[in-house]
């Protein structure tokens, strides 16, 4: 049975800014960029938010800048921030805060200057003092962890992970906002640069500046904005560990928890969902995540993204964006998972829309394979 607050309230509003290089930007600023052009989308304005809703790579109290930033006095604030799971997380927050008349009009809200910057995310996260002494080159070294025990374990090949990145730039080749274009087989993966063994620079997300932001209303006022609503339809979260040391099984995430409490607030199956949105930050998570969500018995990810299986045109569409492979990854890639699934539920695609977006199914991920968020996104036939 599905949970109340299924179809309570959805998106209206959904912006992205600074997409791959925004030159002479700060984080803040770009955040502000995507918020207005949210508002814009829903045709309202900065004095109609009473709620906030951010996490971001660089401030302590995350909420606290970005109301003063936009010259907001919010009546519901939630900082929550458990990495690049945090919005999907917040997607359930501020539905219960808007279903709670805590607040009506939430904004969910992102932002990154991680590339202009240098290339580097400047984090607010504590060393693990039992995973200095080691001098792991994090996060990737966790993932390269998990990588490879998957392949132990199951018989993984570097070309099955290889194909992962193929098929997301396939669906970046169709997006005109995603930062990598061109062709890219599992040659060129293969033989890209060995960053940590068994992943190469191939099997790596992007390093890039970006924002996005969305605004939440309930059902009730949902149909009378411009754009096609986005109802949330439940969510749920999951979280084993904190560091990859104390990850109980490298080949199984939380996701495994989150996903079936996730379907069964939704009240959906499998074969309703039209679109998944699952965080790459690495070839690895898309193997985990399929097989820990249930689209596929655990060891079969490999196996199950060959030939071209989740690329355009196959079986089942995965990071239609191109995800945080081809697409975008300011650090923290959720709130981009969400945009995709918005765009979408719309139709607004463009030459990668499916052809039934009905149901997107989106997974966070946050640290070292640790805080899974599953939630899902559905247009109005799904209510």
């Known amino acids: 049975m599905a949970h109340p607050i299924r179809g309570r309230t959805a998106i209206v509003g959904m912006a992205t800014a600074g997409m791959g290089e925004a030159p002479g930007y700060s984080a803040i600023e770009l955040l502000g960029q995507a918020t207005l052009g949210a508002l814009s989308d829903a045709g309202l304005k900065l004095s109609d938010i009473d709620g906030i809703f951010a996490a ?67 984090s607010m996260s504590e060393p693990q003092w039992h995973e200095t002494p080691y001098g792991p080159r994090h996060p990737i070294t966790a993932y390269a962890l998990a990588a490879a025990r998957h392949m132990h374990e199951y018989g993984t090949s570097r070309e099955q992970l290889a194909d992962v990145a193929v098929a997301a730039r396939q669906w970046a080749n169709l997006n005109p906002e995603a ?43 949902a149909k009378d904005f411009p754009q096609k609503p986005a109802y949330f339809l439940g969510a749920a979260g999951a979280n084993w560990h904190r560091s990859i040391v104390a990850m109980p099984d490298l080949t199984v995430t939380a996701a495994s928890e989150s996903g079936p409490r996730a379907f069964e607030m939704a009240g959906l199956r499998h074969s309703d969902v039209d679109l998944l949105m699952l965080y790459d930050a690495f070839t690895i998570n898309t193997i985990l995540f399929l097989e820990d969500l249930g689209f596929c018995p655990k060891g079969e990810g490999g196996r199950f993204v060959e030939g071209g299986r989740i690329a355009p045109g196959g079986e089942l569409a995965v990071n239609t964006n191109g995800g945080g492979l081809s697409c975008v990854h300011p650090g923290m890639y959720g709130m981009f998972l969400i945009a995709e699934a918005v765009a979408q539920i719309r139709g607004q695609a463009g030459e990668r829309q499916l052809e039934r977006a009905d149901i997107a199914l989106l997974h966070g991920n946050g640290g070292t394979l640790s805080s899974q968020v599953t939630a899902f996104l559905g247009s109005e036939n799904a209510i």
């Open 56 to 122: 971001t790579s660089g401030h302590a109290f995350p909420t606290m800048s970005v109301a003063e930033y936009l010259g907001v006095k919010p009546k519901f604030f939630d900082g929550t921030n458990i990495g690049g799971s945090s919005f999907e997380m917040h997607l359930l927050q501020a539905s219960l805060a808007i279903e709670a008349g805590l607040c009506e009009v939430a904004l969910i809200c992102y932002g990154s200057n991680q590339r202009t910057a240098g290339g580097r995310l400047v």
């Open 179 to 221: 930062f990598a274009h061109g062709p890219l087989t599992r040659e060129d993966v293969l033989a890209s640069r060995m960053v940590s063994d068994p992943l190469t620079k191939g099997d790596c997300c992007l390093v890039t500046d970006g924002a996005a932001a969305c605004i939440l209303v309930s059902a009730d006022r």
